[in-house]
């Protein structure tokens, strides 16, 4: 079975400051890992994915994360974060169409 | 164009009651799925769907939970005899057989008194 651990249920943090969201996943095959964002009242929407190839992967809005397989992890980065960045950030992971959610980190840009 | 919709946006039963949750998948999306949404949680899976086919259903937590698509299309979950424990979002994706991304809709709040 697959399980992922999103360890920071909350993360303050200022505005123009870098900020990582851990993410770290169970599995014994491979599996594909997302990153879906939820701004407040709205929907799930993804932010990024990794399917195969390079192992860092980039969203349109300055978002980043890497795969490692050693860790079993993969954290989202930003190097500088905006008030508009205020939203519930879940990490998933793919194994033959069903998804395998976090608990979900919140993350709190402030002025 | 449409994403995925679901109705109501907002659902208010009495314990014991039965409801009905609905999904429009985006227009082309074979595959649809379902998920519960605890408070404070992440989304759990319930069913998945590929066109009228119910591929798997492991994650619908008791036979008063009910999923079908019969024209491969919109998507209803039926929850018979509602508990307070079933209070949650649900959430509906949908995606083409070839693509690994999943795209959400709004999700249904349901709220059992």
């Known amino acids: 079975a697959q399980s992922v651990t999103q360890l920071d249920s909350q993360v303050p943090v200022f505005e123009e400051a870098p900020v990582e969201l851990r993410c770290n996943y169970s599995s014994s095959v491979s599996v594909y890992l997302f990153w879906y964002v939820q701004y407040p009242n709205q929907g799930l929407q993804l932010l990024l994915k990794y399917l195969s190839g390079s192992t860092l992967v980039e969203s349109i809005n300055g978002f980043e994360a890497e795969f490692n397989k050693s860790q079993t992890s993969f954290h989202l980065r930003k190097p500088s974060v905006h008030i508009s960045d205020t939203a519930e950030y879940f990490c998933?992971?793919?194994?033959?169409?069903?998804?395998?959610f976090g608990s979900g980190t919140k993350l709190n840009v402030k002025p | 164009g449409a994403g995925v919709s679901q109705s109501p946006r907002y659902k208010v039963a009495k314990r014991g009651q039965d409801v009905a949750l609905r999904c429009d998948p985006i227009?082309?999306?074979?595959?649809l799925f379902w998920y519960q949404q605890a408070l404070g949680q992440g989304p759990e899976f319930l069913t998945y769907f590929q066109n009228e086919a119910q591929l798997d259903k492991s994650g619908l937590p008791s036979d008063r939970f009910f999923a079908e698509r019969p024209e491969g299309s919109v998507s209803t979950l039926k929850i018979q005899r509602t508990q307070q424990e079933d209070s949650a979002v649900y959430l509906c994706?949908?995606?083409?057989?070839?693509?690994?991304?999943?795209?959400f809709g709004p999700g249904t709040r349901l709220l059992v008194l």
């Open positions: 998933a992971v793919d194994n033959f169409n069903k998804f395998y």
């Open positions: 227009s082309g999306h074979v595959s």
């Open positions: 994706a949908s995606s083409l057989p070839t693509q690994e991304t999943q795209y």
